[in-house]
Nanobody, 123 residues
Framework: QVQLVESGGGLVQAGGSLRLSCAAS????????MGWFRQAPGLEREFVAG????????YYADAVKGRFTISRDNAKNTVYLKMNNLKPEDTAVYYC????????????????WGQGTQVTVSS
């Protein structure tokens, strides 16, 4: 079955950077659009960034545009999220997700999810 394993979360000061990774197995990775989502305490899970199957198309939530970069390495079955200029409001559990076929921003369109990695940004 599809397995997604996130890593790279941690505690960082405001203005700092982190790079999250998501290693995928049990799927033909290049056939899946990938997304990053996050969920802060007491809030609903929200879309952060997405990338097409080839990596040619990327898209972002307005809150992270210009600060976060999503990328993928289909040879390594891995998707990344580079986060720069982090803010306290970026504090959340970050999840990667896989969707067979084309890209989407909708949580409901993603059928496979990782367990999440905690990102905490201190002020």
């Amino acid at each position: 079955q599809v397995q997604l394993v996130e890593s790279g979360g941690g505690l960082v000061q405001a203005g700092g950077s982190l790079r999250l990774s998501c290693a995928a197995s049990g799927l033909t990775f290049s056939s899946y659009a990938m997304g990053w989502f996050r969920q802060a305490p007491g809030l609903e899970r929200e879309f952060v960034a997405g990338i097409s199957r080839s990596g040619a198309i990327t898209y972002y939530a307005d809150a992270v545009k210009g600060r976060f970069t999503i990328s993928r390495d289909n040879a390594k079955n891995t998707v990344y999220l580079k986060m720069n200029n982090l803010k306290p409001e970026d504090t959340a559990v970050y999840y990667c997700a896989a969707r067979a076929g084309s890209s989407s921003r909708s949580i409901a369109d993603f059928g496979s999810w990782g367990q999440g990695t905690q990102v905490t940004v201190s002020s």
